[in-house]
């Protein structure tokens, strides 16, 4: 009974992934002036009656490229949740169902693009796999989301305690999290705060472990480099991925970290999705001049902090707490 139950449910996310295929082949095989239009009538239909025609062009030209884009990331995105869904039927790891649904997804959208280069008046670009391939990420993660909360439904239903409404001690919980190397070293300096909350490490994985001094403490992400440019973009999508399914299991209350593009993902995780508190040390090492991770974390830290005088003048807003060491 059960297999006949997963056969059926394995048919129906078949079925739903072909026509969700057909249709972007459908609307990659229009040329450009129909592609063109049908974007068109689709934005004037939000525009108030009143604009007239000249403002109303101006809009449409201002969101056309925009709403094109989001159309590309929508329906991806629903190519990813489906995917994902049907490799999930075999029980599989949650590493080979991301890593499965990307490298399809993004092969269709390969395939696709290359297509669009013999339809009259459209064109392929490297651009649009990329803005697929968000698409396809945006997907998984409704999908593990949507898997983690019905598990954790059926849990409650069978009466067991679930991460959600499980009382714990009345410590805060904080999140700990850095790139390897001197920015683990700062982070690590800040040890004797560890056990007064309740605490979470979360680094890149390599060499050297964390477990024995901080049992049952630690998460890894995938160590990377800028070097090899496709193999960095796989992992930064993996450590995407992987940061959500940390947020979801240890609801942390607070992510403290020192840098670098290791905690850029989980900072802005934790704020637009979780509604966390983001405290970010500045490094020690830079005394005047800006870190990437520093910049792209700046707006949305609630505690932005500097370990020198000097980069205060960088940062207007920023508390000098003085050097970590």
């Not at 062009?57 to 056309?64: A, G, L, P, R, S």
């Not at 169902?97 to 490297?126: M, N, V, W």
Request: proline residues 2%; charged residues 20%; glycine residues 6%.
């Amino acid at each position: 009974m059960q297999g006949r139950k997963i056969f059926y449910i394995r048919l129906i996310l078949v079925i739903c992934i072909l026509i969700n295929c057909i249709t972007i082949f459908k609307f990659s095989s229009e040329n450009s002036e129909i592609s063109t239009s049908r974007s068109r009538n689709f934005i004037s239909i939000f525009i108030n009656k009143s604009v007239d025609d000249t403002g109303k062009e101006e809009i449409i030209n201002n969101v056309e490229t925009i709403i094109r884009k989001l159309a590309h990331v929508f329906i991806y995105m629903c190519l990813g949740f489906l995917i994902a869904n049907y490799i999930n039927t075999y029980n599989t790891k949650n590493k080979t169902i991301i890593k499965t649904t990307i490298i399809l997804g993004y092969i269709y959208s390969c395939l696709d693009e290359i297509h669009q280069l013999f339809i009259p008046g459209r064109s392929g670009a490297f651009i649009d796999t990329c803005i697929d391939t968000l698409g396809l990420i945006i997907g998984i993660m409704i999908f593990l989301c949507v898997r983690w909360l019905v598990l954790q439904y059926k849990n409650m239903k069978n009466g067991k305690i679930n991460n959600i409404t499980e009382k714990k001690e009345d410590k805060k919980k904080v999140l700990f999290i850095s790139s390897t190397g001197g920015h683990l070293s700062e982070l690590l300096n800040l040890s004797p705060l560890f056990e007064e909350y309740d605490y979470t490490i979360v680094t890149e994985k390599n060499n050297i472990s964390l477990n024995e001094k901080y049992p049952n403490r630690v998460e890894y992400l995938k160590y990377g480099t800028k070097k090899n440019l496709l193999k960095y973009i796989y992992i930064f999508t993996a450590n995407c991925i992987k940061s959500f399914k940390i947020l979801f299991k240890k609801t942390p209350d607070v992510i403290v970290t020192t840098g670098t593009h290791t905690a850029v993902p989980m900072c802005y995780i934790a704020k637009i999705l979780f509604g966390k508190k983001i405290i970010y040390i500045e490094t020690f090492a830079n005394i005047e001049t800006k870190t990437v991770a520093g910049r792209l974390v700046y707006p949305i830290s609630d505690v932005f902090v500097v370990q020198w005088k000097e980069l205060q003048k960088k940062y207007p807003k920023s508390v000098c707490w003085g050097g970590i060491y």
